[in-house]
Every structure is written in structure tokens, then in C-alpha cells.
């Protein structure tokens, strides 16, 4: 069975364009018991599915660049007016007037601390994170949220602080793009493809 | 939000009273090859109606209209499972609805048969919930349950739901467990207290008898949580029967009282922001004025700690009974005890124990049957039933298992469940030769609390023995 020619997908005039396969179709297999008996099937699927970003699109496009953005409520009239949100959130969650973009890249980089962490060997299906996996929720000074991602170098720690870096050289345009390191590593131990 | 409005904060106010009439499980296990899940509803449905001496036929001639806690149809392969489990039923054209809320699916399918039946809508309405977690490998189920966090934002980080949720638990353990040897030994205790009670549930897919090193020294999954922290995954299902005053007294002499709510927080925890803490009516404005002091990190609410849609839920819930304390006005609790360290949390955010003090719960032995310490009855025990750590966790009918778990004790009937002999051969089990009677005596009044993941959704259903109503309900 092949699955050359993977789905690709354009956007032209406003509609999705798909070239290439978005399934590969495989026989069912029975399945029995010790003494033979079928109990039922094995229904296989693979399948791409198309997926918007929308008003997000910014943030997962500026990872790329090195540049981790976040949003603010720009809202006068709003009780939370001048929160600031990373993970980006298009609307203010109170107001739910359009939020203003904001650089977090620096403040990131001067002032960002491990809140709480995880370390685990368990994965599931489709991870490609190396185990163990070491999460880290990153809080940012005047910032409203903690943002989750993960920690690629050293021991997390409640309090450590932390430096983002980013996947430019080969980016895939997912959160996957954004890591986190211990504040003054040096550029020279990055994992291949991170940049600061 | 993080303000709330009068109107936000109204204790419900049904039109008419709701009763549990009746409810029944199927068997639950990490796998059942040889029955599709149509054949777990039925069983489930069988036992509710022998429960109150009826056919399964004179019970549907009550059912008005239906509502199905299913969680995950990735797992089935099947959308609109609701539909297939309706018409096997044989309960077409009556009008019925998914509901799905992640681990409060159970939990919020009872919150939709309640209002359906609060509002006049229906006299009798079934809440039926099942899942089954054995049509994937583990690994694959893994990244299902963790499509269940945000897809862009979190499920790309390990594919892994446990590990959304250790970060909680990670900050919990840190900031109020102060990483105490003692504090990880009464998580233990937890472990070692369901899975015992699961060895005297015939329906129980994790009985275990063991011991808080057993719990230690089990793998680790996340620190400081370990294999035997953690709860099942399943299959099975349970069901309900709700009905107004009239139509319930028709059905049986002797309905609970039920009532239900909910709450809610960001799927997210990136999203929590900074709030004060919601007050239950067994608290003070100023007893948390020192939280941060006492417990250095703790000052920030709901932060990575708390579940503030289980405080709503409770809020909500325990207005509606006339809840004061929940540890004094109630006999018994059902919790989610989806990890040790998170039924802790619950403690806390439904008030049984204030803020950062859930661990007295365990330590003073008021949650168990019998109080280890002093052989008496204990003051409110937990999870009975097994919890999701030694019963189940099949996400849509863990909710359910739940209230009919807390049911049969006001009922008074939990013994005749859970003893009968042929049930457990049925269920090809062994009954344990130490069994023990778990009837929680006089028992009048119970809650269960539904919850998904990290605090997305949670229900509160409170049950009440009629003649036992509080004073002061909404
Ligand atoms: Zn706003």
C-alpha cells in the first residue's frame, strides 16, 4: 500500500485547492479468538484532515521568525481592559472586541519563569517530542495567563527561568515550533533547527 | 469571566421537584470483545428496571425522551452512536440528544435529564451514558483523549492528557503538598482505599488489595504521580430513570430527590486568569487572606490548583439542596477521582476541607467507611464504590455510576447490589472471601461530583432522601 503524494492544500479565490491523496484505503482484518471464532474487524484509516488558523495565523507564522506574539484587550470601555493574553486570543474574552497584537518576544526573553512543570516517559500516538517529555508552563511579568510548552535542554524547575527559542531553520508551523531553554544557554547547544 | 453578576450567580430554581426513580450498570473492564456497546446499555437498563420490579417494557412506557453521555466517537468509529444505542433501545420516535463534556460527560447527561424533566418537558426522562475505550490501542487512545485538550495549543506537546493535567498536579504537590513525604503517603492512601473498595463491587474493573508502599513503589507516570495514582480506562455503561413527584411515586415507593448543576472553566490552563475565590456557604470572606503566607505560591486563585468549575458546580448545587456543610449535611460522597492528588483538589474546591487543608480529609480518616482510627463509622466517606481508580472510568457512564453508587446507600440497598452472588458469577468474578458490607447506614443524603480533564466541565448531583429535605434550599 502506498501513501506517496500526500494531500497538499492552496488557498485560491477564497476556496481550498487539494492536490494529492487525503486517504489511503486499506483491507479490513478479522478478528477472532483463541478458538477461532470472529468477534469482529480492524476498520484502518488514514486520513488528512484541513485545518484554519484563522486569527491566529500570526502567531504560529512569527514562531518562524522568532517572534513570539501575544494579544491585548485595546478596549477603553473594558473592565479588563490592557490584559494581556498569551496564548493568543483573538478576542478579549470579556469585551469580545478584536485584541491588539503585542510583542512578548523580549519580555519573554528578559523575564519569563517556569510556574509549575511535568516530567514524563508517556507519550501517545503521533508524538514527536523526545522522552521524556518535560513540560513547562511559562509565566511572563504583567501578563494575565501561563503559557504551556516544553522544555528542550536541563531540569525544569518551579521558578527557573527560561528563554524561549525557535524552530526557524525548519519550521512546521505549530506550537512544536516554539521550545523553551534555562535563561544563558548558549546558542551553541540548541537543538538542530532552534535558533534564540 | 472572572466577575460575576447577580444573574450569573442565581441558585437555579426548577419549576418542579426531580426524583431518582431507578438505576443499573453494566460490567465494567478495560475490555469487553465480546459485546458491542448496545449489549452493555441493555444490561444496564435491565438491572434499573429490575431495581424497582418492572419489565423493561413497563419501564419504557414512562421514558418521554432520552439523553446519551457519550464521549469520545473517535473511540467507536461511530458518529451519532446516540442514534444506534436510541433505536437499539427500541425507544424511537421519542425525542433524544447527545451530550458530551470530556470526564463530566456522565455528570452532565444527568444535568440534561433533570431539566428536561424540572421544566415539565418530560415526566420521565433516561439518562444513559457508556463508552468504550478498548477499540484503540492504549497509545492511540492516548492521543484521543489528548485531542480533548487544544489541538494547536497543547495536544502537539506528547499527544498526552495525563501530562496537561500533571503540570496541576506538579504545582499542587509543590506549593500545598510542600513536597512532604507525608503528604505523597496520603495520596497513597487514596489509591489503596478505592481500589480496596473496588474488591467489593462485582461491577469493579481494578479490585486491588494493596498497600500505600505498593502505590510508591508502582511506575512512575508523571512526579509525583504513579501508576496506581491514576485512573482506569473502560467500558461499560450505566443509566438513570428520572421523573417528576407523581409519575415517580407511580413507579416506586420510595424516589430520591435529585438535584443537579454545573460549572465550567477554560479548556485551556494556559487561560486561567487571577481571581478571587468564589466563597461556599461554610466560608468566610478572610479565611483566605493568608493562603499565600501559609502556602508560599498558593495565593494565586484558581491558578494551577484549583478547579473553579467544580466551586461553581458546588455553589450551584448546594444552594438548590440548602448544602451548609458539605461534611456535616451530607452521609457520603461520590468524587472524580481521576488521580490521587486531584481528588484532594476536589476536597477543597467543593468545600468538604477550606483551601490548601484537603489532605485532613484522608489524614483523619472521615472518608472512609470506617474510620481507621477510631473503628467508628467514618463522617463522610468517599468512593465506595471504587471511583474511577478502582471501578471505572468509562468517560460517559462514570457520572452515572456514580449517583446510583450513592443511591443504593440512601436507598439501603447498596448490600443487595453488591453481595449477590449470582451478579458476580454473571460477571465471571470472584467475590473476595473477606467481603465486606459497605452500606453506609442511615444514610439520607449524597453528592457526586462529574469532572473532565483539567476542569473543563463538573457537574454536582446532590441526592436526598425525601423525608430528610434542609432547611433553606433554594
Ligand atoms: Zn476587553
Known sequence: ?196 | MIKFSKQQLKIPQMSKPVYLVTGGMSKFDRAIPEKRTEELVIDSFLEAAEFINKSPEELKQYIHSCYYGHFADHFGDQLLGEAVIHDRLGLDPLGNVGIKTGGATGGSTIWEAYKAVASGYSDTALAMGWERMDEVPTDEGNHYIASAADKDWETPLGHIYTGYYAVMAQKYWQVFGKEEESFRRTLAEIAVKNKGYARMNPHAQSPMKITVEDVLNSPIVAHPLRALDCCLMSVGASCVILADEKTAYEMTDNPLLLYSSAGSHTLRVADRRDMAIPLLPNESPDQYKDLGVRFPGGDRYPGFTGFLAARMAAYYAYGMAGIVDPTEDLDLVELHDAFTISDIQTYEDIGIRPYGEGRSYVESGDCYHTNPFTGQPGKLPANLSGGLIGCMHAVGATGIMQVIEVAQHIWGRWSEMHADEAKWKRFNRVKPDDWTDLQVKGAKRGLAISHAGVGSHVTATVLVHPDHQLKGRG
Open chain 1, 1 to 196: 500500500m502506498t501513501t506517496q503524494n500526500r494531500g497538499t492544500v492552496k488557498v485560491e479565490n477564497g476556496r481550498y485547492r487539494v492536490t494529492g491523496n487525503f486517504h489511503y484505503a486499506y483491507p479490513n482484518e478479522p478478528i477472532r479468538d483463541e478458538s477461532g471464532k470472529l468477534l469482529g474487524i480492524t476498520n484502518p484509516a488514514d486520513m488528512t484532515h484541513i485545518h484554519a488558523y484563522g486569527g491566529e495565523a500570526p502567531f504560529f507564522e512569527n514562531l518562524s521568525n522568532a517572534k513570539l506574539l501575544g494579544t491585548k484587550c485595546a478596549n477603553p470601555k473594558c473592565e479588563t481592559y490592557g490584559s494581556v493574553y498569551i496564548p493568543y486570543r483573538i478576542h478579549c474574552p470579556d469585551c469580545l472586541m478584536r485584541n491588539e497584537e503585542v510583542d512578548l518576544t523580549e519580555l519573554a526573553r528578559k523575564g519569563a519563569s517556569v510556574h509549575t512543570f511535568m516530567i514524563t516517559e508517556r507519550t501517545g500516538a503521533f508524538n514527536t517530542l523526545e522522552k521524556p517529555i518535560r513540560f513547562v508552563n511559562v509565566e511572563f511579568e504583567g501578563v494575565s495567563t501561563i503559557l504551556m510548552g516544553y522544555l528542550s535542554i536541563g531540569e525544569p524547575e518551579i521558578g527557573m527561568k527560561v528563554v524561549p527559542i525557535f524552530q526557524t531553520k525548519k519550521p512546521t508551523f505549530t506550537i512544536m515550533d516554539l521550545s523553551w531553554v534555562p535563561a544563558g544557554t548558549s546558542a551553541a547547544d540548541l537543538p538542530e533547527g532552534f535558533t534564540f
